[in-house]
């Protein structure tokens, strides 16, 4: 083989490196998916409502999403910065048949407006938790639930908890 066979192949995978695995390093946050039990559990926490609209924070795979619009009837909206992860989740929400109620954008979860949200769900990292705290309190808007997934949010007091599955439901005053 050529060198330049080599080369190609070394840039495509310096290309990759920089495009999907790069960012993660400033973002910390590698995917690690929420198992069924706790997924229903987040949502049944938030006593989400048909039609009431579920922003999921770093959606990973979309499962939330597909949960809360298949088994609680919810408009559900992803936010993912992984763009193979986003391919993965509209492949599967395509897969559900759930286009019509769910969507995943591409896009850093700092950046993203949460007023219209009436249930926000996560799985995150506790610095990035802290981080979002005023987000929510100028953003959404009063009586929104917030389920976290093992982190808290350290100014706000929990309604709920559910030890075992390491879940705290918080609603914005």
């Not at 989740?89 to 395509?94: K, N, T």
């Not at 969507?103 to 979860?109: A, E, G, M, S």
């Amino acid at each position: 083989m050529s060198v330049w066979w080599y080369i190609g192949g070394g840039g495509i995978l310096a290309l990759l490196f920089f495009w999907w695995v790069f960012p993660f390093f400033f973002h910390g946050i590698p995917w690690q998916p929420t198992d069924m039990v706790r997924v229903r559990r987040m949502l049944e926490m938030a006593s989400v409502q048909p039609g009431e609209v579920v922003y999921d924070l770093g959606c990973g795979d979309g499962r939330i999403l597909i949960c809360a619009a298949r088994e609680f009837e919810a408009v559900a909206r992803g936010f993912e910065i992984n763009p193979w992860l986003v391919f993965l989740a509209r492949i599967r929400i395509q897969f559900a048949r759930l286009g019509h109620r769910v969507r995943v954008h591409l896009k850093d979860i700092h950046t993203v407006d949460l007023s219209k949200a009436d249930v926000v769900t996560m799985f995150l990292f506790q610095h990035v938790n802290d981080r979002l705290e005023d987000k929510f309190r100028r953003e959404l808007r009063s009586g929104a639930r917030i389920v976290s997934y093992v982190w808290i949010l350290k100014g706000w007091k929990p309604l709920d908890t559910d030890p075992v599955k390491r879940l705290y439901l918080y609603i914005k005053q």
